[in-house]
């Protein structure tokens, strides 16, 4: 509104088209610069860094753990659950094994339930 105002020859008709296009024209110039930001903060970056943090440490232990417990799911539960982690999808498991996309999305249902058990299981062992 404020450049409206801004624009004293400006017809009343054409305030409303006029309005449309100054705000389309903020909200790309705010997507442009996020964009920028983003592209310096990447250029920015250190990249050759080669240490670890706390939480990188704690984060690949767990995952040593959730591994160790996807290992004791049974058959169909655990070849799902490895091949979810490896970025096959649920349909494409279903059409590998020759079963119904139903059925791998059971089994990967039991076992992500199963594996949610055993962290919860887990933590409560960690607050005692």
Not at 70 to 78: A, I, N, Y
């Amino acid at each position: 509104m404020a450049r409206a105002a801004a624009h004293a020859t400006l017809d009343r008709n054409r305030l409303g088209p006029f309005l449309t296009s100054v705000a389309l024209r903020l909200c790309i110039d705010f997507y442009r610069e996020m964009e920028r930001r983003s592209r310096l903060l990447q250029r920015a970056a250190l990249l050759d860094f080669s240490g670890t943090t706390e939480e990188d440490v704690c984060d690949e232990d767990f995952g040593r753990w959730l591994l160790s417990q996807v290992e004791k799911l049974r058959g169909r539960e655990q070849e799902i659950i490895l091949a979810r982690a490896a970025g096959i999808s649920t349909a494409e498991f279903a059409r590998i094994h020759n079963i119904s996309v139903k059925a791998a999305e059971a089994a990967f249902t039991r076992g992500r339930a199963r594996l949610k058990t055993a962290c919860a299981r887990a933590l409560e062992g960690c607050a005692r």
